[in-house]
């Protein structure tokens, strides 16, 4: 910006001179005026039918809603702890649950309630009416595989690709903390599945065959209705991803293929070099790339190693440019930052998980940040799991929704009543973050 237009812009913003516009000297917040603009606006909000970007539907015990496990004795945040009366809430809209506490006989009626549903919405019908019952049209189902109880045409599905990045003795991960000592061998297992899908009993001779197998099953899963790749390696390790050449690759894998367990250095070139294949390939083959980028469940989960700025040397590579990235979980702590990565064409953010740990009050602050600064590129995602037998998947998208839908409303009366925004103009955004971003996104 030049000496003149910065002197401008200050000029406005403390005088509102420049376009003669006043500056509020405070928000509004409690005036008749912000009242009747948010219950205006609430109510069109209500009324868009949502796309969520990003959840694990399912019930509690079934092993494929995640490729991971919570840790035993892992802390909780306060909001997603038992005795949440948003919960209780939620099983009240959704059920008709009659008390008013969690106590266990009284959840006990609620185990019993959605065992009477499920026995009479048979197939698709039980979660097809906790959508319809929210107000949203799809919803992208990230879970190990599809599964027989979710409809294709409300769920997309999105797979892991993590174990691919997983074949050797995984010693060295093993053995860093109890939370890797858990999900490491889902991984291994996972991987032994996949190997086995493709008609393998174990990992190709060699490292070319290696990379044909990955891109084989991508293609496959793609052909089993795979909308895109899902990576949840900040569990593992950082997501800074170097950028080794293939020979140092191959020679892990030629080293390693047939036993012994590689140090963490060579554990690490060989995961850079599959990293940067497989989002390749996720180009080739448009399946946009899923990562988990913020907080993480689990008392080891580094938060540093996991914030979404560690990427920023792969997502402004010029080589990527055809794969499209979804950053998961707006990056938080650091979603302030997060915004600016989607400044590149093929980077986008969403608000799952923040949105469940995060009161509405501190999500609209985030929906403001981001919505003025890149709207085309925010999405609302749920992250919605289950969290017990009687408190599930149902519960959480009624939070999240709940949650994203008063905070939207709330984001957006401020943009309009400080003049940020039109009327007209604020719908746009809503829209654009509650549906049609995410549905440009996957082609629906
Ligand atoms: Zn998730």
Known sequence: MKGGALACAVLFLLTGACCGQQVPEALPTSSAVYQQTYDRLLKQIDAIRIFDNHGHP?????????????????????????????????????????????????????????????????????????????NIERAVANRVELGPYLSPKRFLWVFFVDSLLFPFKNQ?????????????????????????????????PTFDDYLKFAARLLEDNKQHDGVGIKFEIAYFRSLHFDDPPKQTAEAVYAKYRNGGAPSDAEYKDFQDYLFRYLISEAGRLHLPVQIHTAVGIGDYYSVSNGTALQLENVLRDPRYRDTTFVLLHGGYPFQEQAIWLTARRNVYLDSSLMGIYLYPADLKNVLRHWLLLFPDKVMFGSDA????????????????????????????????????????????????????????????
Do not use: C
Not at 410 to 421: G, K
């Open 58 to 134: 399912g019930f509690a015990d079934d092993p494929n809603v995640d490729a991971m496990v919570s840790p035993p004795g892992a802390s909780a945040a306060f909001r997603l702890r038992d005795g949440n009366p948003e919960l209780i809430a939620a099983s009240k809209a959704l059920f008709g649950y009659p008390y008013d506490d969690n106590s266990p006989e009284h959840l006990q009626w609620l185990v019993k309630k959605k065992a009477g549903l499920k026995q009479q919405e048979r197939g698709y019908q039980y979660f097809d009416t906790i959508l319809d019952q929210l």
């Open 385 to 444: 799991f289950p969290f017990s037998d009687a408190v599930g998947a149902e519960e959480s998208y009624w939070m999240a929704v709940r949650s994203a839908r008063v905070a939207l409303a709330a984001a957006l009366t401020e943009m309009i009543l400080n003049h940020e925004v039109t009327e007209q103009q604020a719908m746009v955004f809503a829209r654009g973050y509650l549906h049609d971003n995410a549905a440009k996104l996957y082609g629906k």
């Open 172 to 204: 060295t991960f093993i053995s860093r903390n109890g939370d890797l000592a858990v999900y490491v061998p889902l991984q291994e297992k996972k991987l032994r599945r996949e190997l086995a899908q493709e008609g393998l009993q174990e990992l190709p």
